[in-house]
């Protein structure tokens, strides 16, 4: 739930006002650390009271006060979370920002940098303090200084723990410079084929390693292991097609900075898609069935 920030007699209006001000920003820092929307909008509702209580006339400057409030809880928060993914029911995936119409200022903003499922991913790998140095220096700009501060760190550690953090991500990244209608050209083929079930044309569209990896979380049926191979996956969505076909429908959204599919059965939402490609073939499509990660896409 967002914080309550209509202003009454008891609220200052410049707390407010300045929150909502670096608000996009605080999100970007919550839901990157994080990977999930519910839980960094409770991290900004616990960073607001906390801003609410503050002696505005003791703070500099507000935004380096705010981002480090939002980075230390999203470290304390992140760490109960490790522990609880680790007993997570099949494959954890981040929960899906998704834009069904055109992106708000506030959108655009906060899909800035990547925020990609495939570069979440990869942030997962990382211990909580070694996730937020990278992402305030890598994707935030932040300078070392001020990291080693929120951190509580000499700047020293802060740039070792930095390097040893962007030698992971830059091994494990995917990166491919794939232009918008490329990939949703290849979106648009992969949604008729995968309505016709027709296995040789879902054949054509996958790389040969091609992966897929779904998320239900104990609650959706899904995958119990990560498929691999252009064959296995278009006899998966050959399957699908043939047993639901007339009762599936998708939608092309914005699902975390770049086009993706919502699958609809029988009107209702079903899951999230979102697909990796390098331009020519999918490489990766990760699905989203966890209804406790599609309330809030539904909901919108």
Known sequence: MEPDL??????PPTH??????HRARLFGVAYRMLGSRAEAEDVLQDAYLRWH???LAEIRTPEAW????VTRLAIDRLRLL???????????LPEPLVETASPSPESVVEFASDVSTAFLMVLERLAPEERAAFLLREVFDTGYPEIAQMLGKSEVTVRQIVHRAKERVRQDRPRFIVSRAAHLQLLERFVVAARGGDRAQLMSLFADDARFTGDGGGKALSVSRVLHGADRLARFFHVIARKLGPD???QIVEINGAPG???FYQGRLDSAHTVVTDGRKILDIYTVRNPDK???IALR
């Open 6 to 11: 209509t202003p009454d007699a008891s609220v």
């Open 16 to 21: 407010a006002a300045l929150f909502n001000a």
């Open 53 to 55: 209580e503050a002696d």
């Open 66 to 69: 705010l981002i480090t409030i």
């Open 82 to 92: 490790k522990t609880e993914r680790e007993h997570y029911p099949g494959f954890w």
């Open 248 to 250: 599936l429908s998708y």
């Open 261 to 263: 599919l919502l699958r």
């Open 294 to 296: 599609l309330q809030g």
